[in-house]
């Protein structure tokens, strides 16, 4: 490839570079999971980082806090409540301590996780999600919507759920013929884009349970495909040509006719694993087995993905996690960190844009998705879309208390608050309450009226919404 001089193309992200921790801030005596799935075998985010573990009998992953380095003792408590290996973990976006993993075992189930990490051993779940036939190995929660998680099975089914009741809202059952590779919402949660093994990309509305675009053979090679919808609706796929050849494509779902873009990379055999960041529009592929990670932009103008630089290592990588922005470092011009799995260690990359002003750099940092929900589960389920609440990085990120946290995150299985019998065991006298404790309560109160009557307005919606699907349907208009 030749290029000619004064051609160069203007990025701010052009010398982005990638460094290794130093070893006294890695993470050591973890036995990463051999499990034989392509999935990236660890979960972070701003308070923790989550690596699923061999375990001998059921499936169990680690979880420790994100300030941790050193060795992990052998007699660290894990999360350790499924029947059979875990296959995925995910943070939910909008709590940083609500951990979902899938199994297969059939299940999923939905964990808190405690200030500080674990002290003990953890098999009780708040939530067990089951109705897959199969075993459980895709998870992504919905970007906007508090609650909402969706699931893929071997069985070839999409499920979404309702986490906050336990319930099972939609269910895909007729969509893909053959085992689902990936699933992924776009950026305010309104459609999923899928591959599966018939090598097909779908978009689909997962409310309606409409498949709405389909393009045959995204990729000609028979290997694993991945999918990532973009913030400005275009799809970015990882694949392989019929030659074997690792390839990434970008699509536009206006016309699924021909790609935007296609790059061949080489021929190795690892899944690409693709992690998109939408605040800088760059795309981090991670190879199963690679000891690199490649980086690109995309952009507006062709050829639209433009390399920017990769990251070698002598040790190749079991799986990757990908801190969400709202966890890097804004005072050394971070914008991605990975948390790269070894066979027994986790090594933070740290990804920098190097700039010479110790100011805040606030064209490296856009306003970027916070932990507040856009919407109640309630309210998508009765259609409603909403983009994600954006917080600013400006002087660091402290994630809000948020006065609805409690309240939302309805739980099966947990015991009922104020049963009327019951006294709590701090409590001394009635009239003991401070006025600052006075004002909390009445804070409390006072949100959980607003959650009720979101949930009321929700239901309304829904309401509605079926009323008017019942009319056409007796109007004979469906």
């Known amino acids: 490839m030749s290029f000619r001089r004064g051609v160069v193309r203007q990025s701010k992200f052009r010398h982005v570079f990638a460094q290794a921790w130093k070893a006294e801030h890695c993470i050591d005596d973890i036995r990463v999971s051999r499990v034989t799935w392509d999935t990236s075998l660890c979960a972070v985010n701003p308070k923790f980082i989550a690596v699923i573990i061999e375990s001998g009998g059921g499936g169990a992953f680690l979880v420790v806090p994100i300030s941790k380095a050193g060795r992990i003792d052998q007699s660290s408590p894990t999360v350790c409540g499924h029947l059979a290996p875990v296959l995925d973990i995910q943070w939910s976006p909008h709590d940083d301590n609500i951990i979902a993993s899938a199994s297969e075992d059939c299940t999923v189930k939905v964990w808190q996780i405690p200030d500080g990490g674990l002290t003990s051993p953890m098999t009780e779940a708040i939530v067990t999600l089951e109705g897959h036939s199969k075993r459980v190995g895709i998870l992504a929660w919905h970007p906007t919507a508090f609650n909402i998680l969706m699931t893929a099975g071997c069985d070839n089914v999409i499920c979404v759920w309702n986490v906050g009741t336990g319930e099972l809202v939609y269910q895909l059952s007729d969509a893909h013929p053959d085992m689902i590779y990936s699933v992924c919402w ?286 056409r349907i007796e109007d004979g208009d469906v």
């Open 186 to 471: 776009n950026k305010d949660g309104s459609a999923v884009c899928t591959v599966c093994k018939d090598k097909a990309l779908r978009v689909i509305d997962p409310r309606r349970g409409t498949v709405l675009k389909v393009k045959e053979k995204v990729h000609d090679g028979t290997r694993p495909m991945r999918a990532v919808f973009l913030s400005d609706g275009k799809i970015l796929t990882t694949g392989f040509s019929r030659m074997s050849e690792r390839q990434m494509a970008l699509w536009d779902p206006k016309d699924l006719s021909e790609p935007m873009a296609v790059q061949e990379m080489d021929t190795s055999n690892g899944v690409l694993l693709p992690f998109y960041d939408p605040d800088t529009n760059m795309v981090y592929l991670c190879g199963k087995g690679d000891c690199t990670i490649r980086y690109f932009e995309v952009t507006d103008e062709s050829p639209y993905v433009h390399f920017l630089s990769l990251y070698s290592s002598k040790e190749p990588q079991r799986g990757a996690g990908f801190l969400s922005k709202r966890g890097v470092d804004v005072n050394k011009c971070e914008i991605a960190r990975f948390y790269k799995l070894h066979e027994r260690k986790v090594e933070p990359i740290s990804m920098t844009v190097p700039r010479k002003s110790d100011l805040f750099q606030g064209d490296l940092y856009p306003d970027t998705a916070g932990s507040e929900p856009a919407l109640l589960a309630d309210e998508w389920i009765a259609g409603q879309d909403a983009p994600p609440l954006l917080v600013s990085l400006s002087g660091g990120y402290a994630a809000p208390q948020s006065k609805h946290r409690e309240i939302l995150k309805s739980k099966p299985k947990l015991a009922p608050q104020d049963s009327g019998n019951a006294t709590p065991s701090n409590a001394a006298t009635p009239t003991s309450h401070s006025a600052e404790e006075e004002e909390d309560l009445l804070n409390e109160l006072l949100a959980e009226m607003k959650a009720l009557r979101a949930v009321v307005l929700a239901q309304s919606q829904r309401i509605e919404l079926l009323e008017r699907q019942l009319a």
